[in-house]
T-cell receptor
Framework: DGGITQSPKYLFRKEGQNVTLSCEQN?????MYWYRQDPGQGLRLIYY???????QKGDIAEGYSVSREKKESFPLTVTSAQKNPTAFYLC????????????FGSGTQLSVL | AQKVTQAQTEISVVEKEDVTLDCVYE???????LFWYKQPPSGELVFLIR??????QNEISGRYSWNFQKSTSSFNFTITASQVVDSAVYFC???????????FGGGTRLMVKP
């Protein structure tokens, strides 16, 4: 079955540590996105990529980094510069642009130890 | 800039009641797209509907219906005869034709009690 796989489901970060969240899709989609969801709030865009080897900052990119070396993969690194990383992170993809529907992964809950 | 407002943060109903989730949007673009997504407890957002700005026809899909009114910049979602399985967070979202971002509302948590 085609879809988006995020791993791990739960992740814990220690002070000063970088952690990487995985996002893989087998939908052959060009565009991929990372969103952050805080309790009781909507989704905010962190980074997006419309093509391999290219990505753009979203609304809240500070303290995060991404790469897009393969069409299927769009990992997100939460760096030590992100002072409030506890949140639910969702990866999404779409065939063309956000004017089309997005397909979402099941998310990663990141917590700070 | 785009903005989506879901004024109802939480709604609680008893099974079989009808419930309407409100969505008000702001944009200066004349071509735009509106969406509704459902987020069940599992966390994954599930697409429900996409509507473009040139199509104001209301839509019905089973127990779900959507009322799009450009005059009031609203795109409301009604669930008829609600069921416990409808319990989730529902998000309204907006995308403009030339943009690359989907703007989400804050979401409405719907709790359907047996």
């Amino acid at each position: 079955d085609g879809g988006i796989t995020q791993s791990p489901k739960y992740l814990f970060r220690k002070e000063g540590q970088n952690v990487t969240l995985s996002c893989e899709q087998n939908l052959n989609h060009d565009a991929m996105y990372w969103y952050r969801q805080d309790p009781g709030q909507g989704l905010r865009l962190i980074y997006y990529s419309q093509i391999v080897n290219d990505f753009q900052k979203g609304d809240i990119a500070e303290g995060y980094s991404v790469s897009r070396e393969k069409k299927e993969s769009f990992p997100l690194t939460v760096t030590s510069a992100q002072k409030n990383p506890t949140a639910f992170y969702l990866c999404a993809s779409t065939n063309r642009a956000t004017t089309e529907k997005l397909f979402f992964g099941s998310g990663t809950q990141l917590s700070v130890l | 800039a785009q903005k989506v407002t879901q004024a109802q943060t939480e709604i609680s109903v008893v099974e079989k009641e009808d419930v309407t989730l409100d969505c008000v949007y702001e944009t200066r673009d004349t071509t735009y797209y509106l969406f509704w997504y459902k987020q069940p407890p599992s966390g994954e957002l599930v697409f429900l509907i996409r509507r473009n700005s040139f199509d104001e026809q209301n839509e019905i899909s089973g127990r779900y219906s959507w009322n799009f009114q450009k005059s009031t910049s609203s795109f409301n979602f009604t669930i008829t005869a609600s069921q416990v399985v409808d319990s989730a967070v529902y998000f309204c979202a907006l995308s403009v034709r030339a943009g690359n971002m989907l703007t989400f509302g804050g979401g409405t948590r719907l709790m359907v009690k047996p």
